[in-house]
C-alpha cells in the first residue's frame, strides 16, 4: 500500500480553440507490491487513453509522477478540486 495518496485531476480548456481536455495520474499498488504510476488523458467527456509506468520503490514513482505534473504545468492544464486527497495530512 502506498504511503502516501498521489492523485491529481488537471483540465486544459480553451472554447476558442475548442480545446477540452483532461489529464489525471495516480500511484496505485501493484499485486507484487511495486509502485504504478497510473495516468489517463483525452477529450473531456470520452474514455481517452491510458498508461501505466511500474516502479519497483515508491519513490522512484513518486519523482515519475510529480515530473508529469510539472510537464502538464507548462502545457497549461490546472488542477480541477482535491481528486479525493486529504488536504490536512
Same mark, same amino acid.
Given at each position: 500500500? #502506498?504511503?502516501?495518496?498521489?492523485?491529481?485531476?488537471?483540465? !486544459? @480548456?480553451?472554447?476558442?480553440?475548442?480545446? #477540452?481536455?483532461?489529464?489525471?495520474?495516480?500511484?496505485?499498488?501493484?499485486?507484487?507490491?511495486? #509502485?504504478? @504510476?497510473? !495516468?489517463?488523458?483525452?477529450?473531456?467527456?470520452?474514455?481517452?487513453?491510458?498508461? !501505466?509506468?511500474?516502479?519497483?520503490?515508491?519513490?522512484?514513482? #513518486?519523482?515519475?509522477?510529480?515530473?508529469?505534473?510539472?510537464?502538464? !504545468?507548462?502545457?497549461?492544464?490546472?488542477?480541477?478540486?482535491?481528486?479525493?486527497?486529504?488536504?490536512?495530512?
Amino acid at each position: 500500500m #502506498a504511503l502516501y495518496p498521489f492523485k491529481l485531476y488537471c483540465q !486544459r @480548456v480553451d472554447a476558442s480553440r475548442n480545446l #477540452a481536455r483532461y489529464y489525471m495520474l495516480s500511484i496505485e499498488t501493484t499485486l507484487f507490491g511495486e #509502485a504504478a @504510476v497510473v !495516468r489517463a488523458w483525452g477529450r473531456i467527456g470520452s474514455r481517452g487513453g491510458e498508461k !501505466r509506468d511500474v516502479f519497483s520503490t515508491e519513490r522512484d514513482a #513518486a519523482s515519475h509522477f510529480l515530473e508529469l505534473v510539472r510537464r502538464k !504545468r507548462q502545457r497549461g492544464y490546472t488542477p480541477v478540486g482535491t481528486c479525493g486527497n486529504s488536504m490536512n495530512a
